[in-house]
C-alpha cells in the first residue's frame, strides 16, 4: 500500500491510472485522503529524512534551507523595510 500511495504522490498520476499491480484504486485514494487529512504524510516524510540523516552522521534536523524561487511571499510578521517587489509577477515579498 505505501509503495501504491508513493507511486500515486511521486508519479503525479491519477487515483483511476494506478498500475494494476497495486491495490484497487479507490482503497489508494482513500489511504491518501486518510493520511493528508491527518497530516501522516509529512509526519513519515520528517522521520524519514531525520532517519537517513542519522544514518549519514548527521543532525536528525537540517540546519539550513535552500529556497529556490526568484520571488518570495514574506510573512505578515516581516518587515516592510526588508521585503522587496518582484516586478515582473508583479507579487511583493523578499526577492531574491
Request: hydrophobic fraction near 35%.
Amino acid at each position: 500500500m505505501l509503495d501504491a500511495v508513493r507511486c500515486l504522490v511521486a508519479g503525479g498520476i491519477s487515483s483511476r491510472s494506478m498500475p494494476v499491480d497495486f491495490p484497487a484504486w479507490a482503497r489508494v485514494y482513500a489511504f491518501c485522503r486518510h493520511w493528508r487529512g491527518n497530516e501522516l504524510t509529512a509526519e513519515f516524510h520528517d522521520r524519514l529524512r531525520e532517519n537517513v540523516r542519522k544514518r549519514e552522521g548527521r543532525e536528525a534536523e537540517p540546519s539550513s534551507g535552500i529556497i529556490d524561487a526568484q520571488s518570495v511571499k514574506a510573512a505578515a510578521p516581516v518587515p516592510a523595510a526588508s521585503r522587496g517587489y518582484g516586478g515582473g509577477r508583479q507579487a511583493g515579498g523578499s526577492t531574491t
